[in-house]
């Protein structure tokens, strides 16, 4: 089928590339929606959002996700202790706003993402009764699904539907891995969600499944949102995507991509776990190299730093200070902060960085070499199309590759001196086409002599 399509087009100038969907692949954008922006408001906002849409898309992202829309007692200090997960915390506007909000990105062609934060708001998944398998037009089911214990998750998976969301981050799911109808659940959310809108979990769910229900979680979920472990240097790095590599997740097509996270709204800040500050360019190039569906906390495409509160006055919500507000460039100098979670920010955020993430994020949706988790083998079989070339202390370099396209290689230094190589044993030499910095221009390089700044990540086409 795939090889008849690529023949009806051979006639265009364009090669056929291997089709995805939106959210694999792709870059995806998370959201904090109180730190982010609100034009009069004291906690950023739906309308906030819809009016920064077009800094969203200069970025190259094709998707956005909310991470905490609900309603708690002192949202959004309480950001986790929701309500329901129906009923959006008035601070961030109301349902039309919401609407609003999906238009705006819609019209940009990015879809809209929720988390929805099923633990701690669940101790335990609903009795189950299994009306699923019944005639959808009997009685019998109309009687069932009465008694049945309401499932809220269920509920609120079909309400957001309704309001246009286009996917579902189930954040928690691994609480109730060891639940007799866990497997019902799995497949009757899945059913929900449809074909088209990306199921997504953490790894941890994974990790957690016992072997009974780990197929049926691999059948249904869409992707393994996996946080890379940045700050604990380049050989755990490499251990990490290799042990990836080796599982399930890569022997067979149809399973699950990886989304790759660095920041994420449970850890610290990257520009402050990484032993360089500046290195977060360095960092993020880097996760948008790797084979999946890279995920950008907002801020770290632009260095945000912790909130910093050097006399302890912001102690009460130290939970918090990685959810910074989003920083904004003012007309004059200074930055606009939301003044529900005001601090220093002593560091000017790196406004210059958005022209080089966004110029990768077209590299990645143009190169299959890139895009692509894998790469087909034959009877369904797959196998990952990155490999690690080089792991030392700082210095890391993986190597990306699709039949028939041009190889990818990303170089990059995370540490705090400058390091030099020489890996022609490996590699021989290539073109710059992204990085190092904003104002960089691309050159040719050699692998025999190949030198990085500290902080500093180049991705090279090879020869
Ligand atoms: C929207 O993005 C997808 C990539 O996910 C692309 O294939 C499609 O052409 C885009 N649509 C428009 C109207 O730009
Ligand atoms: C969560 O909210 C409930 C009320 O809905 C409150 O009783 C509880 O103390 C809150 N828990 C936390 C950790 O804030
Ligand atoms: C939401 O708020 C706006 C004002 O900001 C108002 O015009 C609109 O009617 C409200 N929508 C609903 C469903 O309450
Ligand atoms: C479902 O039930 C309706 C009426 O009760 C019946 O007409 C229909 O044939 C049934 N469908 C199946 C697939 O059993
Ligand atoms: C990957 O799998 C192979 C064979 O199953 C094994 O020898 C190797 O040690 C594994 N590597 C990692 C990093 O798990
Ligand atoms: C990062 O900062 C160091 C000094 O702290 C500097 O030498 C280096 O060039 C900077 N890296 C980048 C990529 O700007």
Redesign the pocket.
């Known amino acids: 089928m795939l090889a008849l399509v690529c023949a009806m087009i051979s006639s265009l100038p364009r090669t056929c590339n291997p089709v995805t969907q939106w959210y694999q692949g792709n870059v995806m954008y998370e959201i904090f929606p109180s730190s982010f922006y609100s034009e009069h408001g004291m906690v950023g906002d739906f309308k906030g959002i819809s009016m920064k849409t077009d800094y969203i898309m200069s970025l190259g992202v094709r998707g956005v996700r909310l991470n905490s829309i609900f309603h708690?007692?002192?949202y959004p200090k309480?950001f986790?202790?929701v309500?329901s997960l129906t009923r959006i915390d008035p601070i961030l506007g109301n349902i039309t706003d919401f609407e609003i909000l999906a238009k705006h990105l819609h019209s940009r062609n990015i879809s809209l993402m929720l988390d929805l934060p099923l633990y701690p708001f669940l101790r335990k998944l609903p009795q189950k009764v299994a009306f699923n398998q019944l005639n959808e037009t009997s009685n019998l089911l109309k009687d069932l699904k009465a008694n049945a214990e309401h499932d809220p998750i269920e509920e609120a998976l079909s309400f957001w539907i309704e309001h246009n969301v286009d996917g579902f981050y189930l954040k928690g799911l691994e609480h109730f891995v060891n639940e007799p109808d866990f497997v019902k659940f799995i497949r009757s959310w899945k059913s929900i969600i449809g074909p088209d809108r990306p199921f997504i979990v953490s790894e941890s769910v994974l990790n957690n499944a016992p072997p009974s229900v780990l197929n049926t979680v691999l059948q249904n979920v869409d992707l393994i949102d996996v946080r890379l472990e940045i700050e604990n240097g380049m050989d755990a790095i490499k251990k990490q995507i290799l042990t990836l590599q080796n599982s399930t997740l890569f022997t067979r097509s149809g399973m699950p991509w990886v989304q790759w996270s660095v920041g994420n709204v449970n850890t610290k800040r990257i520009t402050d776990v990484l032993p360089n500050s500046n290195a977060t360019l360095g960092a993020t190039l880097l996760q948008m190299m790797l084979p999946g569906t890279p995920s950008i906390f907002y801020g770290d495409e632009i260095g945000l730093r912790q909130l910093s509160d050097p006399d302890g006055e912001r102690e009460d919500i130290r939970h918090l200070h990685h959810l910074s507000m989003m920083a904004w460039p003012l007309k004059g100098t200074g930055t606009k902060v939301l003044p529900w979670i005001y601090g220093e920010n002593s560091e000017r955020p790196i406004y210059e960085q958005v022209d080089v993430i966004s110029k990768m994020a077209h590299l990645r949706s143009e190169s299959p070499s890139i895009y692509m988790s894998y790469v087909f083998k034959e009877m369904g079989e797959i196998r990952a199309n990155a490999e690690i070339k080089y792991a030392q202390k700082e210095f890391l370099v993986i190597q990306r590759w699709y039949p028939r396209r041009r190889s990818y290689v990303v170089a990059c230094n995370l540490g705090n001196s400058r390091i030099s190589r020489d890996l022609s044993t490996l590699l021989y030499g290539g073109e710059i086409i992204v990085g190092p910095r904003a104002d960089s221009r691309p050159g040719t390089v050699s692998f025999k002599d190949i030198s990085l700044w500290p902080g500093e990540s180049v991705i090279i086409a090879l020869d």
């Open positions: 708690t007692p002192h309480d986790n202790n309500t």
